[in-house]
């Protein structure tokens, strides 16, 4: 009796190695961040927060520090205030730069995001995505209106289109607790409005983009901002540069954020 063998069963290891052999024969690139004036600045990394759904590459570090950010990789400096991440995988990077101001002598803290979805299946907002003013008014007037735990509760950008708006929100607690004394928070997450029945709602749920516990003297010396030229930072398998101009002065104000107090 002629026996006849099926392939059928192969079929799935075959795929799995041709998918394997694809994603390690992906070259790595390589992401320049040119600064024009790196005076002060003592780190240059990238962020990989969220997988292509929106939701968290790593649960939120509940014993995160303010001047110790967990970076999927950091930059060297090369010289002429360029800053370069060689073999840098293929993906979306938030730009984060560090140091201590040459001027005020204080740490600062300059980052990027992506408004990440707050519900599933919905898409990525970038975050140089805006809304109009009657939105903003409402939603703004919303926030300061109601009830938080924390005291402090600043929507610092806001972009979306017709159906949803996201707020990249700062949160800091900085009032006595009987926690530990001289303890606060600051927080920063992403909320949703959406346009439900002739009106703007807020979704319940949020996304929570860090949280750290530490002394309020210590977080009222640092310069904490958001840029969005530093967000959604697409590295493939080609060179990618970045130019950046770090904001010095009257330009600091421009962005949105924690400042010393």
Same mark, same amino acid.
């Given at each position: 009796?002629?026996?006849?063998?099926?392939?059928?069963?192969?079929?799935?290891?075959?795929?799995?190695?041709?998918?394997?052999?694809?994603?390690?024969?992906?070259?790595?690139?390589?992401?320049?961040?040119?600064?024009?004036?790196?005076?002060?600045?003592?780190?240059?990394?990238? @962020?990989?927060?969220?997988? #292509? !759904?929106?939701?968290?590459?790593? *649960?939120?570090?509940?014993?995160?520090?303010?001047? =110790? %950010?967990?970076?999927?990789?950091?930059?060297?400096?090369?010289?002429?205030?360029?800053?370069?991440?060689?073999?840098?995988?293929?993906?979306?990077?938030? @730009?984060?730069?560090?140091? #201590? !101001?040459?001027?005020?002598?204080? *740490?600062?803290?300059?980052?990027?995001?992506?408004? =990440? %979805?707050?519900?599933?299946?919905?898409?990525?907002?970038?975050?140089?995505?805006?809304?109009?003013?009657?939105?903003?008014?409402?939603?703004?007037?919303?926030?300061?209106?109601?009830?938080?735990?924390?005291?402090?509760?600043? *929507?610092?950008?806001?972009?979306?289109?017709?159906? =949803?708006?996201?707020?990249?929100?700062?949160?800091?607690?900085?009032?006595?607790?009987?926690?530990?004394?001289?303890?606060?928070?600051?927080?920063?997450?992403?909320?949703?409005?959406?346009?439900?029945?002739?009106?703007?709602?807020?979704?319940?749920?949020?996304?929570?983009?860090?949280?750290?516990?530490?002394?309020?003297?210590?977080?009222?010396?640092?310069?904490?901002?958001?840029?969005?030229?530093?967000?959604?930072?697409?590295?493939?398998?080609?060179?990618?540069?970045?130019?950046?101009?770090?904001?010095?002065?009257?330009?600091?104000?421009?962005?949105?954020?924690?400042?010393?107090?």
């Amino acid at each position: 009796m002629k026996v006849v063998r099926s392939n059928v069963a192969l079929l799935p290891v075959v795929l799995g190695l041709v998918l394997f052999v694809a994603q390690t024969c992906v070259d790595a690139a390589t992401l320049t961040v040119d600064l024009g004036d790196s005076r002060g600045v003592t780190t240059v990394g990238v @962020l990989r927060r969220w997988d #292509r !759904d929106g939701n968290h590459r790593r *649960p939120v570090d509940p014993k995160a520090k303010i001047d =110790a %950010p967990l970076l999927q990789a950091t930059a060297a400096a090369v010289g002429g205030n360029r800053w370069i991440f060689a073999d840098l995988p293929p993906g979306k990077y938030d @730009l984060l730069i560090m140091g #201590r !101001d040459p001027a005020k002598k204080g *740490p600062f803290r300059i980052e990027g995001w992506e408004y =990440a %979805p707050v519900l599933e299946f919905d898409p990525f907002f970038p975050a140089r995505a805006t809304t109009d003013q009657r939105t903003r008014k409402f939603v703004t007037d919303h926030i300061e209106k109601s009830r938080h735990f924390e005291n402090k509760v600043v *929507p610092l950008y806001l972009g979306g289109d017709k159906q =949803a708006v996201r707020v990249l929100v700062m949160l800091i607690r900085d009032k006595p607790t009987s926690y530990k004394p001289g303890a606060g928070t600051i927080r920063h997450e992403i909320w949703q409005y959406t346009y439900k029945y002739g009106g703007w709602q807020k979704e319940k749920r949020t996304k929570v983009i860090d949280r750290i516990l530490l002394q309020v003297s210590q977080l009222r010396r640092w310069t904490w901002l958001w840029d969005a030229r530093l967000g959604g930072i697409e590295v493939k398998d080609s060179p990618v540069t970045v130019e950046y101009q770090l904001p010095r002065g009257s330009d600091e104000k421009k962005l949105k954020g924690l400042y010393p107090y």
